[in-house]
T-cell receptor
Framework: NAGVMQNPRHLVRRRGQEARLRCSPMKGHSHVYWYRQLPEEGLKFMVY????????ESGMPKERFSAEFPKEGPSILRIQQVVRGDSAAYFC????????????FGPGTRLTVT | GIQVEQSPPDLILQEGANSTLRCNFS?????LQWFHQNPWGQLINLFYIPSGTKQNGRLSATTVATERYSLLYISSSQTTDSGVYFCAAEGRSNDYKLSFGAGTTVTVRA
């Protein structure tokens, strides 16, 4: 049973470019969560999605960030017009249901903005 | 939301030593998990343990939900145990969001 897949594992973007991070949940999981690990700030929740629905995006920055989880295909975290402060590790997790279930984490995408 | 505090922040061990990491949380939990972040940055699920005790090899964990703390035990530590250990909790009022502690950085010396 394959785990949570994320790609790319490393992404380098220049300031002003767009970054697209992909997450494929574990088989049978329809709940996806994105977390960000900023240097010196720890791991923070960003957004929670189910298929075709954003359930909670309270942790997302108000501008430039968006997320989707279409009916077919992986979940996408999109960052437009990246700035140096977006450099971080972005982790995706999935679970088979919501409240109280174990979340399984992917290997993360390390975004570097130059 | 729920607050998660971990102690100690740093731990240096000689290979073969035992240690205990602590996680305190401020609310009742639906979910509590322990992770190991290895030197390559990957988050490895160690335990899903909202209550009770579990063991996996040289690692074990206990959560006392009524007293709002969890403990991670490392026995006979090895250099490969080095890294950062995170505790994360989903509070009853948080619904599905994991709130992470700041982590305990463990260094095991040969």
């Amino acid at each position: 049973n394959a785990g949570v897949m994320q790609n790319p594992r490393h992404l380098v973007r220049r300031r002003g470019q767009e970054a697209r991070l992909r997450c494929s949940p574990m088989k049978g999981h329809s709940h996806v969560y994105w977390y960000r690990q900023l240097p010196e700030e720890g791991l923070k929740f960003m957004v929670y999605l189910q298929k075709e629905n954003i359930i909670d995006e309270s942790g997302m920055p108000k501008e430039r960030f968006s997320a989707e989880f279409p009916k077919e295909g992986p979940s996408i975290l999109r960052i437009q017009q990246v700035v140096r402060g977006d450099s971080a590790a972005y982790f995706c997790a999935s679970s088979p249901s919501q409240v109280g279930y174990e979340q399984y984490f992917g290997p993360g995408t390390r975004l570097t903005v130059t | 939301g729920i607050q998660v505090e971990q102690s100690p922040p740093d731990l240096i061990l000689q290979e073969g030593a035992n240690s205990t990491l602590r996680c305190n949380f401020s609310d009742s939990v639906n979910n509590l998990q322990w992770f190991h972040q290895n030197p390559w940055g990957q988050l490895i699920n160690l335990f899903y343990i909202p209550s009770g005790t579990k063991q996996n090899g040289r690692l074990s964990a206990t959560t006392v939900a009524t007293e709002r703390y969890s403990l991670l035990y490392i026995s006979s530590s090895q250099t490969t145990d080095s890294g950062v250990y995170f505790c994360a909790a989903e509070g009853r009022s948080n619904d599905y969001k994991l709130s992470f502690g700041a982590g305990t950085t463990v260094t095991v010396r040969a």
